[in-house]
């Protein structure tokens, strides 16, 4: 799921295209019949992942699993191929991977958001035959199940999680700073006069951080912008017309707040806030070095203080707070969160598509789904790891982030919503320059936008039907 985005496990990142050599031509044994339990026989199977920073929780687990996996299945092989690369060169590379059956991986980690247009393309092979064979898939949370679904009406992928958005604080620089421990804010006004208060009375801190421009990719789009437009009157997709929203005043409403933020000097430089490691940094040394003071991140980010995380830090659960982001005025719900969510797709040229599903299955049992959701700092899409008593008290912060999915929105997962993310980051990076104004980055993002979906009739003013 950044989407989802994950600076932990992968999630959070170089090049690659994967050192990939030609994928093993796998087993002459004949596979079985779509949905069964085991592979007839041994099978090489190549899984593919986005490693990014010091995080080492996904590779753990699939190591793991892996072992698992090959004890019961006698002469097969798994292999783990981590794609090394930041949030969207990894969707780069491994639309690149799945274009050939000489590259293509067996398994690959497909973002939610992603899945339409890959299906579009031709990338991602329907799970059905598989899913109406296997007793587990009753178990999923359904708007989990409609995330993996394609527009066809087939899913393409066994989700693995959710996460939710909001924003974290140190209570510690609200105290240097006045600021009350159980910070509350109802608008953005009030997130802004927070940082500002921190700016003047502790100097050295960060006040403020939210992911911005190209670097940094959908974090940009989904946990930056999106999380400040759907906290507006408007939207970027009508569900009712099936058109995209352009000309709203909510998009340059949030635009301005990126402009606040950066000119007043509230937020990281320019220059830092543009760095591809700026999530990896945040996770593992702003916020445990307590140099950063707000944070509009994700439900996950705390995987990388625990004990299996990439910067174990003890004190994280009562040095820092949790809020929402409250809404622009305070109307509507108060608070918006965004979520993602990413899954465990079988590519259309996989070699091995009947063992790889079998691999899927051991990866989404109970135990090790719940295993996942721990250590990885997800919210369960399972609802026997969401109801397990272990999985609810693993984190302090657990219940607060599972309890924003009553207000959440998810990203209108279309074919175009890719370019039009890219479209967005864009609008984002020319304004926290100062390159342009919101108001011109505006009127450019609304006609490039035209240009992706096809011209003014597939577009509108009107942002009704979330």
Same mark, same amino acid.
């Given at each position: 799921?950044?989407?989802?985005?994950?600076?932990?496990?992968?999630?959070?990142?170089?090049?690659?295209?994967?050192?990939?050599?030609?994928?093993?031509?796998?087993?002459?044994?004949?596979?079985?019949?779509?949905?069964?339990?085991?592979?007839?026989?041994?099978?090489?199977?190549?899984?593919?992942?986005?490693?990014?920073?010091?995080?080492?929780?996904?590779?753990?687990?699939?190591?793991?699993?892996?072992?698992?996996?090959?004890?019961?299945?006698?002469?097969?092989?798994?292999?783990?191929?981590?794609?090394?690369?930041?949030?969207?060169?990894?969707?780069?590379?491994?639309?690149?991977?799945?274009?050939?059956?000489?590259?293509?991986?067996?398994?690959?980690?497909?973002?939610?958001?992603?899945?339409?247009?890959?299906?579009?393309?031709?990338?991602?092979?329907?799970?059905?035959?598989?899913?109406?064979?296997? +007793?587990?898939?009753?178990?999923?949370? /359904?708007?989990?199940?409609? $995330? %993996? @679904?394609?527009?066809?009406? =087939?899913?393409? &992928? *066994?989700?693995?999680?959710?996460?939710?958005?909001?924003?974290?604080?140190?209570?510690?620089?609200?105290?240097?700073?006045?600021?009350?421990? +159980?910070?509350?804010?109802?608008?953005? /006004?009030?997130?802004?006069? $927070? %940082? @500002?208060?921190?700016?003047? =009375?502790?100097? &050295? *801190?960060?006040?403020?951080?939210?992911?911005?421009?190209?670097?940094?990719?959908?974090?940009?789009?989904?946990?930056?912008?999106?999380?400040?437009?759907?906290?507006?009157?408007?939207?970027?997709?009508?569900?009712?017309?099936?058109?995209?929203?352009?000309?709203?005043?909510?998009?340059?409403?949030?635009?301005?707040?990126?402009?606040?933020?950066?000119?007043?000097?509230?937020?990281?430089?320019?220059?830092?806030?543009?760095?591809?490691?700026?999530?990896?940094?945040?996770?593992?040394?702003?916020?445990?070095?307590?140099?950063?003071?707000?944070?509009?991140?994700?439900?996950?980010?705390?995987?990388?203080?625990?004990?299996?995380?990439?910067?174990?830090?003890?004190?994280?659960?009562?040095?820092?707070?949790?809020?929402?982001?409250?809404?622009?005025?305070?109307?509507?719900?108060?608070?918006?969160?965004?979520?993602?969510?990413?899954?465990?797709?079988?590519?259309?040229?996989?070699?091995?598509?009947?063992?790889?599903?079998?691999?899927?299955?051991?990866?989404?049992?109970?135990?090790?789904?719940?295993?996942?959701?721990?250590?990885?700092?997800?919210?369960?899409?399972?609802?026997?790891?969401?109801?397990?008593?272990?999985?609810?008290?693993?984190?302090?912060?657990?219940?607060?982030?599972?309890?924003?999915?009553?207000?959440?929105?998810?990203?209108?997962?279309?074919?175009?919503?890719?370019?039009?993310?890219?479209?967005?980051?864009?609008?984002?990076?020319?304004?926290?320059?100062?390159?342009?104004?919101?108001?011109?980055?505006?009127?450019?993002?609304?006609?490039?936008?035209?240009?992706?979906?096809?011209?003014?009739?597939?577009?509108?003013?009107?942002?009704?039907?979330?």
């Amino acid at each position: 799921m950044v989407t989802r985005k994950r600076f932990i496990a992968a999630a959070a990142a170089g090049a690659l295209l994967l050192g990939v050599s030609a994928c093993s031509q796998g087993s002459t044994t004949k596979q079985p019949d779509a949905g069964s339990s085991q592979s007839s026989g041994p099978a090489h199977i190549k899984i593919a992942y986005q490693q990014w920073g010091p995080g080492v929780v996904m590779k753990n687990f699939l190591t793991g699993v892996k072992t698992e996996y090959e004890a019961a299945h006698p002469g097969s092989q798994v292999e783990i191929v981590p794609v090394v690369a930041s949030e969207n060169d990894y969707y780069t590379k491994i639309q690149l991977m799945m274009r050939s059956p000489n590259t293509a991986p067996d398994i690959v980690y497909e973002d939610t958001f992603l899945i339409n247009s890959d299906i579009t393309a031709g990338y991602l092979k329907p799970l059905d035959d598989y899913i109406g064979k296997w +007793d587990q898939w009753d178990q999923f949370e /359904d708007t989990a199940k409609g $995330a %993996a @679904r394609g527009q066809d009406g =087939k899913t393409y &992928g *066994v989700p693995d999680g959710t996460d939710t958005r909001a924003l974290w604080y140190n209570k510690e620089i609200f105290k240097k700073a006045g600021l009350p421990a +159980d910070w509350q804010p109802k608008t953005w /006004d009030d997130v802004l006069s $927070a %940082a @500002r208060t921190i700016k003047q =009375k502790v100097p &050295g *801190v960060i006040p403020f951080n939210m992911y911005s421009g190209k670097p940094m990719g959908e974090a940009s789009a989904m946990q930056g912008f999106e999380m400040l437009l759907y906290g507006t009157k408007d939207t970027l997709y009508n569900y009712d017309q099936k058109k995209w929203v352009v000309g709203s005043q909510g998009f340059k409403d949030s635009l301005n707040f990126v402009k606040t933020v950066f000119s007043e000097g509230l937020a990281p430089s320019p220059k830092d806030a543009l760095s591809p490691n700026m999530g990896s940094k945040v996770g593992t040394e702003l916020l445990p070095q307590q140099k950063l003071a707000i944070d509009l991140d994700g439900s996950w980010i705390y995987g990388n203080w625990l004990k299996s995380g990439a910067k174990p830090w003890p004190q994280w659960s009562t040095v820092l707070g949790q809020t929402a982001m409250p809404t622009q005025d305070g109307s509507g719900k108060g608070k918006v969160s965004l979520s993602g969510g990413w899954t465990w797709a079988i590519p259309a040229k996989s070699k091995n598509p009947d063992a790889a599903w079998d691999f899927i299955k051991t990866l989404q049992t109970q135990k090790n789904a719940a295993k996942y959701a721990t250590d990885g700092a997800q919210i369960a899409v399972r609802k026997d790891v969401a109801s397990d008593a272990a999985y609810k008290s693993s984190s302090a912060s657990t219940q607060f982030f599972t309890d924003l999915v009553s207000v959440t929105v998810y990203r209108p997962a279309l074919p175009e919503y890719p370019k039009v993310s890219n479209e967005i980051i864009t609008a984002m990076e020319s304004v926290m320059t100062g390159q342009s104004q919101p108001d011109a980055a505006a009127k450019n993002y609304d006609q490039a936008v035209e240009g992706i979906v096809g011209g003014k009739d597939s577009t509108t003013t009107k942002s009704t039907g979330q």
